[in-house]
């Protein structure tokens, strides 16, 4: 999905560039001339590893608009989110319109959905496709929107709905023990480190052995701003050959 096409529109991407600064912390986007903090009214946090919300727009109790950031030096890239909701009351059903997306298609046109965890529930569960929409919105300068309709049951907890479950931390540890084994043919070099003093690592499969067996069919994963996007392995070249990839069977770039 990663390489698929991006909407242009300078205008939107220069606009965001201004506004989307940072992440939103602990947000509350009430009734205009409202001082008084109900339940229902939702506190939206992206303020931590993998986060991704730089502005709510409250429409009512039952709908907000989100506008995600841009990828770093790139405003024309929007593609993922990630952020927590609390303050809710029980039974309460929001519909979220992330309204800034780049995409001119994506997969959640074929049935991919958002997942969701909670504080209660901390495992990752998708959420129903048939209450994923995306399309195209006259209101917000033809952008593409995604629409996710969500229902809150309980009141004490909060909510994560997220484009993906993999962060920077989750990755690492999955490597740690990786490179503490006795693999010959994985490498693991780190190569830099990102602006939250994160490192910045290549992973390198190069046995020819791997060509015969079923981990020929692993992709590239790459992170961009702590955030995981996939890659096909035609995209892994060696040095001897551009054409061929037979020696440098899978590569995780981590950025």
């Known amino acids: 999905e990663c390489c698929e096409t991006m909407a242009t ?13 940072g992440n939103v912390y602990n947000y509350t986007s009430q009734v205009s001339g409202s001082t008084l903090l109900k339940k229902g009214n939702l506190i939206f946090d992206a303020s931590f590893e993998c986060g991704n919300l730089g502005k709510v727009d409250y429409i009512s109790d039952y709908e907000y608009d989100l506008f995600i950031r841009p990828d770093t030096y790139n405003p024309r890239y929007r593609v993922w989110f990630n952020f927590t909701v609390h303050n809710v009351r029980e039974e309460q059903r ?15 046109r074929d049935g991919m959905s958002p997942v969701v965890k909670s504080t209660s529930r901390p495992q990752w569960e998708r959420i129903p496709s048939k209450n994923v929409f995306y399309y195209k919105c006259p209101n917000h300068q033809k952008s593409y929107v995604l629409s996710f309709a969500f229902a809150f049951d309980r009141e004490e907890d909060t909510y994560q709905p997220s484009m ?92």
């Open 164 to 255: 993906s479950r993999f962060t920077h931390s989750s990755r690492t540890a999955t490597l740690t023990p990786i490179q503490g084994s006795n693999i010959t043919w994985l490498s693991r070099t780190n190569v830099d480190w990102t602006s939250t003093k994160e490192s910045s690592s290549v992973i390198a499969c190069n046995s020819e052995e791997l060509m015969f067996s079923p981990l020929h069919h692993l992709t590239t994963w790459s992170q961009q701003r702590q955030h995981f996007v996939w890659c096909s392995l035609q995209h892994v070249c060696t040095q001897e050959s551009p054409q061929h990839h037979s020696s440098a069977r899978v590569c995780w770039i981590s950025y």
């Open 9 to 21: 529109g300078p205008s939107l991407e220069q606009s965001l560039e201004e506004e989307l600064v």
């Open 94 to 108: 929001v519909i979220f319109n992330i309204v800034n997306f780049s995409k001119t298609k994506s997969l959640y």
